[in-house]
């Protein structure tokens, strides 16, 4: 316990010195807008000698709309790093949090009312401090007005080039069939684009503004001014689900962990072979390793039935569960899986005959020669999917990796399409897996792994993997146990 005592002490201090180093970045960076807001105003009172060819006349639009683009992406970084640096303030709270649950529990209940009343000042909530602050929204607020002003000057000065341009743009989208206009007037017919709209109509009915300039360019700076407070809301959304770190997506393996292929194999096994196994027996995968009397060959032979995988039973709950993670929960569902067997291409499976496969069979993988020989040819993916679609088995993603763990490929085509990979990529943040190779490393890229239970899978047949497994892998019996931990979470 004093070993991560003092973690997590170390831990306060370097947390806690990251969150004022971001503080102070996001107070310079406002500063730094300031200057670059500033730069239009000096443009206006000095003279460009460096391009003195160009007209002021031309040069200032492009100042004040350039300005506008920078500023935009220079709000979005202070959002971001703001998001971070609340982030880290959470993160000091559950440290906080952990510290005082060590010192409370040696005090009664009433003591622990004094001392949370009198000492605990500062929140030890990890739902605090929240994104969403309103005095920051009035800070996006002012700067994305001072944005869509700058945008509204530079396009008001270039109203002749525009013209032309949104002219063009007009005929084009008039080739597509698309009514701009039609388009234009929709966005302004939004209740809280109409109400700006009709005060800034007054305006320039006011001062005589020019149609040009009230149908086009105050529609174009509403959608920029609109732009700003939807990219923040989208920042703030992100942050608060935590989905730039993970995102909300279970991936799945299939077998071992949707089928229940131990039993099933057994029972194609016997059915094809005179001695009699049973699933107890698989303490090691794959199966030939742990059983002396299956060899590598009938083993082969079993997964070359195309009956084999189309009769796989389903693991009990796995359908039901699923769904009730994707309609009540909300999660994404991402299923992978490793299937060398039978043919994938269709077009193999329609131009290749037996004699000319019987011909290059040399030339051939063992499995594929099996396949033609035996005239088992099957379209494995096919099979895939109708077996999910049978078994009502909902998912948003279906992977057939190319490469994997124990199946190394050289092209680079393939070399990322595996589980680790694309977990990487779709920063998916839990995993259901029956391999502990497997789940192993994804605990390094996943939230949490879970482990289904089998007889196989009780003990790690390889070295590298530390006896003890990591605390972000859960072994669990059932998808009723999955289930009942994501519920928990949230």
């Given at each position: 316990?004093?070993?991560i005592?003092?973690?997590?002490?170390?831990?306060?201090?370097?947390?806690?010195?990251?969150?004022?180093?971001?503080?102070?970045?996001?107070?310079?960076?406002f500063?730094?807008?300031?200057?670059?807001?500033?730069?239009?105003?000096?443009?206006?009172?000095?003279?460009?000698?460096?391009?003195?060819?160009?007209?002021?006349?031309?040069?200032?639009p492009?100042?004040?709309?350039?300005?506008?683009?920078?500023?935009?992406?220079?709000?979005?970084?202070?959002?971001?790093?703001?998001?971070?640096?609340l982030?880290?303030?959470?993160?000091?709270?559950?440290?906080?949090?952990?510290?005082?649950?060590?010192?409370?529990?040696?005090?009664d209940?009433?003591?622990?009312?004094?001392?949370?009343?009198?000492?605990?000042?500062?929140?030890?909530?990890?739902?605090?401090?929240?994104?969403?602050?309103?005095?920051?929204?009035?800070?996006?607020?002012?700067?994305s007005?001072?944005?869509?002003?700058?945008?509204?000057?530079?396009?008001?000065?270039?109203?002749?080039n525009?013209?032309?341009?949104?002219?063009?743009?007009?005929?084009?989208?008039?080739?597509?069939?698309?009514?701009?206009?039609?388009?234009i007037?929709?966005?302004?017919?939004?209740?809280?684009?109409?109400?700006i709209?009709?005060?800034?109509?007054?305006?320039?009915?006011?001062?005589?503004?020019?149609?040009?300039?009230?149908?086009?360019?105050?529609?174009?700076v509403?959608?920029?001014?609109?732009?700003?407070?939807?990219?923040?809301?989208?920042?703030?959304?992100?942050?608060?689900?935590?989905?730039?770190?993970?995102?909300?997506?279970?991936?799945?393996?299939i077998?071992?962990?949707?089928?229940?292929?131990?039993?099933?194999?057994?029972?194609v096994?016997?059915?094809?072979?005179?001695?009699?196994?049973?699933?107890?027996?698989?303490?090691?995968?794959?199966?030939?390793?742990?059983?002396p009397?299956?060899?590598?060959?009938?083993e082969?032979?079993?997964?070359?039935?195309?009956?084999y995988?189309?009769?796989?039973?389903?693991?009990?709950?796995a359908?039901?569960?699923?769904?009730?993670?994707?309609?009540?929960l909300?999660?994404?569902?991402?299923?992978?899986?490793?299937?060398?067997?039978?043919?994938?291409?269709?077009?193999?499976?329609?131009?290749?005959?037996a004699?000319?496969?019987?011909?290059?069979?040399?030339f051939?993988?063992?499995?594929?020669?099996?396949?033609?020989?035996?005239?088992?040819?099957?379209?494995?993916?096919?099979?895939?999917?109708?077996w999910?679609?049978?078994?009502?088995?909902?998912?948003?993603?279906?992977?057939?990796?190319?490469?994997?763990?124990?199946?190394?490929?050289?092209?680079k085509?393939?070399?990322?399409?595996?589980r680790?990979?694309?977990?990487?990529?779709?920063?998916?943040?839990?995993?259901v897996?029956?391999?502990?190779?497997?789940?192993?490393?994804?605990?390094?890229?996943?939230?949490?792994?879970?482990l289904m239970n089998?007889?196989?899978?009780?003990?790690?047949?390889n070295?590298t993997?530390?006896?003890?497994?990591?605390?972000?892998?859960?072994?669990?019996?059932?998808?009723?146990s999955?289930?009942?931990h994501?519920n928990?979470?949230?």
């Open positions: 316990m004093k070993d005592t003092d973690f997590m002490l170390e831990e306060y201090k370097n947390i806690s010195s990251a969150f004022f180093d971001i503080s102070s970045k996001v107070v310079s960076f500063k730094y807008i300031l200057i670059i807001y500033s730069v239009p105003i000096i443009a206006l009172n000095e003279p460009i000698s460096t391009i003195s060819r160009i007209k002021r006349s031309d040069i200032n492009i100042i004040f709309i350039g300005i506008s683009i920078i500023g935009l992406f220079v709000l979005m970084y202070i959002i971001k790093l703001r998001n971070e640096a982030l880290y303030a959470r993160t000091i709270n559950g440290v906080r949090r952990f510290f005082y649950d060590q010192e409370l529990m040696k005090m209940d009433d003591e622990k009312i004094m001392f949370t009343n009198n000492f605990n000042i500062l929140p030890t909530q990890k739902e605090k401090p929240s994104f969403t602050d309103k005095q920051f929204l009035w800070i996006v607020r002012t700067l007005v001072i944005n869509s002003f700058y945008l509204f000057i530079g396009l008001v000065e270039w109203k002749n525009l013209t032309v341009t949104l002219y063009l743009i007009n005929n084009l989208f008039i080739s597509a069939n698309i009514n701009i206009t039609k388009i007037k929709f966005i302004v017919s939004l209740p809280i684009f109409n109400l709209y009709s005060f800034i109509r007054s305006i320039a009915l006011s001062i005589k503004l020019d149609l040009f300039t009230f149908h086009y360019i105050i529609p174009i509403l959608f920029w001014l609109w732009f700003h407070f939807y990219l923040y809301r989208y920042y703030i959304k992100k942050a608060e689900i935590g989905s730039d770190f993970y995102s909300h997506t279970i991936g799945i393996d077998d071992g962990v949707l089928n229940e292929h131990e039993q099933h194999f057994c029972k096994y016997n059915e094809n072979n005179e001695i009699s196994i049973t699933s107890d027996e698989i303490t090691k995968m794959p199966v030939n390793e742990c059983i009397s299956v060899t590598k060959s009938s082969r032979k079993v997964f070359l039935e195309k009956s995988w189309q009769e796989m039973p389903v693991k009990e709950n359908s039901n569960t699923i769904d009730e993670l994707i309609t009540k909300g999660y994404k569902i991402n299923i992978f899986t490793w299937r060398e067997w039978g043919f994938n291409n269709i077009w193999a499976i329609k131009f290749l005959n004699n000319f496969v019987n011909k290059i069979r040399y051939l993988p063992y499995y594929y020669y099996e396949i033609f020989k035996k005239g088992r040819k099957f379209n494995i993916r096919k099979i895939t999917r109708d999910l679609n049978n078994n009502n088995i909902k998912f948003h993603k279906l992977t057939f990796e190319q490469g994997n763990l124990h199946h190394q490929v050289s092209s085509k393939y070399k990322y399409k595996n680790f990979y694309l977990s990487k990529e779709r920063k998916i943040k839990f995993f897996e029956d391999n502990p190779e497997k789940a192993f490393v994804l605990s390094n890229i996943c939230n949490i792994v879970f089998h007889k196989y899978n009780e003990h790690s047949y070295e993997i530390p006896k003890d497994l990591p605390h972000n892998i859960i072994r669990v019996d059932d998808w009723i999955i289930y009942n994501l928990k979470i949230g």
